[in-house]
């Protein structure tokens, strides 16, 4: 642990819950802001971080306290993790109210990820995380979203999803396309939209795009070489296309027309993985860059890059994909992945 993150773990144990601090920084809080942290960090100097992230807790400025918490937390920037330290940061950011102390409030009361078996997580979850997106926080608002999906409240969710696809993130950006073309009424399956959110790496989209081009009421669309394509990029990321309707599809095409449409599928989730300027790229890289250049990676990449990036949005890093707890997260959860990505619903 270098110098200022032991300077900083022994104010954190001698001020545990004494809220309004007042520390001796090594510059004056009035010349620092949160995006000189930022800066740092972005070109590695996590030393400077730190000691500008210091001179920030003189404020008692809630950001700095997240970001205090989620290095005690994850052991980043040559931070030795402290699971005791980061619970004390925890319990007075929710003393506080600060928004990012409930986001993880919510995430320790979550029952898991968002399947129709899942058991009723508790009201508090809720609360934690109502409160925690309406403060701004992209990652609650995403999971909000899919929360009110799960009930059926499909009016909120669909607010939910644009407010935080309005806020740049791109997996609510293929959800808000999807509910608009595809779920509300009356439906407009526009392939351009559609295809204007393919190369996020989202099933659905995927298996909309498929019956598009297969059963479009539009005969200029129908497609049956697309229809497959996309039936089986849909698979790649874990949503198996529909049997009946893929038995249907598959009729009368011929084995030379499969194949063509099958390694076509391959050849864009390639291009769409080594594009850094798509979501899927900038999803894949730590994939490609670890040498995991398989199907199974790349597929599993939105979902394990949405959630190692999580505690990096709400600060507005930018080249967080090379800090130490973000490849740590990326590799604990590529160690984890025993099969491919659960059917997203």
Same mark, same amino acid.
């Given at each position: ?78 931070? #030795? ?85 309005? %806020? ?66 849909? #698979? ?6 529909? #049997? ?23 050849? *864009?989730?390639?291009? *769409? ?12 890289? *730590? ?36 800090? $130490? ?6 590799? %604990?959860?590529? %160690?984890?992945?025993?099969? $491919? ?5």
């Amino acid at each position: 642990m270098n110098r200022t993150a032991s300077r900083l773990l022994k104010l954190v144990v001698i001020i545990s819950s004494v809220a309004g601090l007042a520390l001796s920084a090594p510059a004056s809080a009035k010349d620092v802001t949160m995006q000189d942290v930022v800066r740092a960090a972005d070109g590695g100097d996590y030393e400077a971080a730190l000691e500008y992230l210091d001179a920030l807790l003189e404020e008692d400025d809630p950001q700095s306290w997240g970001l205090l918490f989620h290095l005690f937390q994850s052991g980043d920037w040559g931070f #030795e993790a402290d699971k005791e330290v980061a619970q004390e940061l925890f319990r007075r950011g929710l003393r506080q109210n600060y928004p990012l102390a409930h986001y993880y409030a919510a995430l320790m009361l979550s029952p898991g990820p968002f399947s129709t078996n899942r058991p009723p997580p508790p009201q508090q979850y809720f609360t934690h995380l109502q409160n925690a997106a309406e403060n701004g926080l992209i990652s609650a608002q995403y999971i909000l979203a899919h929360e009110y999906r799960r009930q059926k409240k499909y009016t909120q969710s669909h607010e939910w999803f644009k407010t935080a696809a309005n %806020n740049g993130d791109a997996l609510s950006k293929a959800m808000t396309v999807l509910i608009e073309e595809v779920e509300h009424y009356p439906t407009t399956w526009n392939p351009d939209r559609l295809r204007g959110v393919e190369s996020i790496g989202h099933p659905l989209i995927y298996e909309a795009l498929a019956a598009l081009y297969q059963f479009t009421p539009r005969s200029t669309n129908l497609n049956k070489s697309l229809a497959l394509t996309y039936a089986r990029l849909a #698979e790649f990321f874990g949503n198996p296309y529909r #049997e009946k309707e893929l038995k249907i599809l598959l009729k009368g095409m011929t084995e030379k027309e499969i194949i063509k449409a099958e390694d076509k599928a391959e050849k *864009w989730l390639w291009s *769409w993985a080594h594009n850094r300027k798509t979501f899927l790229g900038e999803a894949s890289a *730590w994939c490609i860059d670890e040498g995991h250049q398989t199907i199974s990676c790349i597929s599993a990449a939105p979902n394990n890059h949405s959630t190692c990036r999580n505690p990096y949005l709400t600060f507005g890093f930018k080249n967080y994909q090379n800090f $130490p707890a973000y490849r740590a997260c990326r590799e %604990n959860l590529f %160690n984890k992945q025993k099969q $491919p990505p659960k059917h997203i619903e």
